[in-house]
């Protein structure tokens, strides 16, 4: 099972009509979907024009995204209300630049922001790209910060493998 339907599955029953989240990188448009199909309102943020284009076809009739052709750790210039879930994917868009990757400073930046946005009782899923340039630098500096700020984390999940995915769903 990929990492981020392991997450869906388990974030799915959490989540209702009246909640608003975010999708810090949209890539694809997986998360931001998946949250769109369940919640009142998404804020899905990617750099690239591509990726926002591609989840707007993905996302067909949905009204409920708005979309951000910024960097996530402008995060708290575009969010100016208090969020329920928020969904994070390091590494690259896949149908996208493969050397434009999320950066391990504006990501932490945006992670931090991201958490001060949750309600109590939100979440945030994280899943860290380890295999991708830079990204096990970014997982460890990532792991790093959520360990070390004592989170409540309700999920965790790694391969043994240095170049899969490590997945933390974090409860505020």
Same mark, same amino acid.
């Given at each position: 099972?990929r990492t981020?339907?392991?997450? +869906?599955?388990?974030l799915s029953?959490?989540?209702?009509?009246?909640?608003?989240?975010i999708d810090l990188?949209l890539g694809?448009?997986?998360d931001?979907v998946?949250?769109?199909?369940?919640?009142r !309102?998404?804020?899905a943020?990617?750099? *690239?024009?591509?990726?926002? @284009?591609?989840?707007?076809? !993905?996302?067909? /009739?949905l009204? %409920?995204?708005?979309?951000i052709?910024?960097s996530h750790?402008?995060?708290?210039?575009?969010?100016?209300e !208090?969020?329920d879930?928020?969904?994070?994917?390091?590494?690259y #868009?896949? +149908?996208? /630049? +493969?050397?434009?990757?999320t950066?391990p400073a504006?990501?932490l930046?945006?992670? *931090?922001?991201?958490y001060?946005?949750?309600? /109590?009782?939100?979440?945030?899923?994280?899943? @860290? #790209? &380890?295999?991708?340039?830079g990204g096990?630098?970014e997982a %460890?500096?990532?792991?790093?910060?959520i360990l070390? /700020? +004592?989170f409540i984390?309700?999920?965790?999940f790694? #391969?043994?493998?240095?170049t899969?995915?490590?997945?933390y769903?974090? &409860?505020k």
């Amino acid at each position: 099972m990929r990492t981020t339907t392991y997450n +869906h599955k388990y974030l799915s029953p959490l989540l209702k009509k009246e909640m608003v989240g975010i999708d810090l990188t949209l890539g694809g448009g997986n998360d931001t979907v998946f949250l769109a199909e369940k919640i009142r !309102r998404v804020y899905a943020f990617d750099i *690239q024009p591509a990726a926002i @284009l591609e989840t707007k076809t !993905r996302a067909g /009739d949905l009204q %409920n995204i708005i979309y951000i052709n910024a960097s996530h750790a402008l995060l708290k210039e575009y969010v100016k209300e !208090r969020v329920d879930i928020v969904m994070f994917n390091s590494g690259y #868009y896949p +149908h996208g /630049d +493969h050397n434009l990757t999320t950066d391990p400073a504006s990501s932490l930046t945006a992670l *931090q922001a991201a958490y001060d946005l949750l309600k /109590d009782g939100g979440y945030l899923s994280v899943v @860290l #790209y &380890r295999g991708h340039k830079g990204g096990l630098t970014e997982a %460890n500096l990532l792991t790093e910060w959520i360990l070390g /700020d +004592h989170f409540i984390i309700d999920k965790y999940f790694s #391969y043994t493998c240095i170049t899969e995915p490590i997945s933390y769903i974090i &409860r505020k």
